[in-house]
């Protein structure tokens, strides 16, 4: 590259386009591709276990159908979680691409990792789950040691959310841990650079970013730093590039940074 300027990388889901998406195979492979870090979401298990699973319902990344809520982790880890990815090697025995990932596994995997690695980790659902979301997590970060971050930790957890609610509850539980006001719409007085509950950094989706023009330098204007999610096309990239954004979020994070390292 010739100029200073390089985002950092974070594999969205582990990066969903190539591997089945949680699985801790899809997050190995995004570390041994050279990512700054991983995105994932998490969800409590009727026995109030986090596991790493976007959806609401089993059915379109596994085998199994219905709510993850209402199961047991027990009853959830019977199901196959890569089988459904057409890039899911059908004659092989990868348990790393198949088996449901509980946040736990994913920190240990991360810690032992021995790489520097930010790890974004994004509540769903606050209002409909309460407070235990957000509680078990912090909970989660005490016992790894991440809940009171220190710079030159190797590994730095973030998390983020859709909801000030959420982002509100990290503030009180954790104020150490930053935080990402994830962004689809424009909520009041956020177009004009104010984010939540001490959020330091801003991550709008790329969509926002292409029909707001303003948003971006609006942020940088007011202080905050931006991860913009789901670059996943080249237009996109292009664009998220020249508003020097601090994070890009991605599918297809060995696309992003292939890229990078021609500039
Ligand atoms: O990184 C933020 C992004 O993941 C938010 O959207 O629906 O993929 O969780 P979603
Ligand atoms: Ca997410």
């Given at each position: 590259?010739?100029?200073?300027?390089?985002?950092?990388?974070?594999?969205?889901?582990?990066?969903?386009?190539?591997?089945?998406?949680?699985?801790?195979?899809?997050?190995?492979?995004?570390?041994?591709?050279?990512?700054?870090?991983?995105?994932?979401?998490?969800?409590?298990?009727?026995?109030?276990?986090?596991?790493?699973?976007?959806?609401?319902?089993?059915?379109?990344?596994?085998?199994?159908?219905?709510?993850?809520?209402?199961?047991?982790?027990?009853?959830?880890?019977?199901?196959?979680?890569?089988?459904?990815?057409?890039?899911?090697?059908?004659?092989?025995?990868?348990?790393?691409?198949?088996?449901?990932?509980?946040?736990?596994?994913?920190?240990?995997?991360?810690?032992?990792?021995?790489?520097?690695?930010?790890?974004?980790?994004?509540?769903?659902?606050?209002?409909?789950?309460?407070?235990?979301?957000?509680?078990?997590?912090v909970g989660m970060l005490r016992r790894f040691g991440l809940a009171?971050?220190?710079?030159?930790?190797?590994?730095?957890?973030?998390?983020?959310?859709?909801?000030?609610?959420?982002?509100?509850?990290?503030?009180?539980?954790?104020?150490?841990?930053?935080?990402?006001?994830?962004?689809?719409?424009?909520?009041?007085?956020?177009?004009?650079?104010?984010?939540?509950?001490?959020?330091?950094?801003?991550?709008?989706?790329?969509?926002?970013?292409?029909?707001?023009?303003?948003?971006?330098?609006?942020?940088?204007?007011?202080?905050?730093?931006?991860?913009?999610?789901?670059?996943?096309?080249?237009?996109?990239?292009?664009?998220?590039?020249?508003?020097?954004?601090?994070?890009?979020?991605?599918?297809?994070?060995?696309?992003?940074?292939?890229?990078?390292?021609?500039?």
């Amino acid at each position: 590259m010739t100029s200073a300027y390089r985002p950092l990388v974070f594999a969205h889901r582990g990066g969903a386009d190539a591997l089945p998406e949680h699985t801790l195979g899809a997050y190995l492979r995004a570390l041994e591709d050279g990512v700054d870090g991983l995105e994932c979401d998490v969800r409590l298990t009727r026995d109030g276990h986090l596991v790493c699973v976007h959806d609401r319902r089993l059915n379109r990344t596994s085998n199994g159908k219905g709510l993850v809520s209402r199961r047991t982790l027990a009853q959830l880890d019977e199901y196959n979680y890569g089988s459904w990815h057409p890039g899911y090697p059908a004659d092989e025995e990868l348990p790393d691409l198949s088996r449901l990932l509980t946040l736990e596994r994913l920190l240990e995997a991360v810690r032992d990792s021995g790489r520097p690695v930010r790890l974004l980790i994004e509540t769903k659902h606050p209002s409909r789950y309460g407070a235990e979301v957000e509680r078990r997590l912090v909970g989660m970060l005490r016992r790894f040691g991440l809940a009171e971050p220190k710079p030159d930790d190797p590994v730095q957890v973030t998390v983020m959310s859709f909801a000030a609610l959420a982002l509100r509850r990290i503030r009180a539980q954790a104020p150490g841990v930053p935080t990402v006001y994830l962004l689809e719409l424009l909520p009041p007085g956020v177009g004009k650079g104010k984010l939540p509950f001490g959020a330091r950094i801003a991550g709008p989706g790329v969509d926002l970013v292409r029909s707001r023009p303003g948003l971006l330098p609006a942020m940088r204007a007011a202080g905050h730093r931006t991860y913009v999610w789901t670059v996943n096309e080249p237009a996109d990239l292009e664009l998220v590039l020249r508003h020097r954004v601090d994070g890009v979020i991605s599918d297809r994070p060995k696309f992003v940074l292939d890229h990078l390292a021609q500039m």
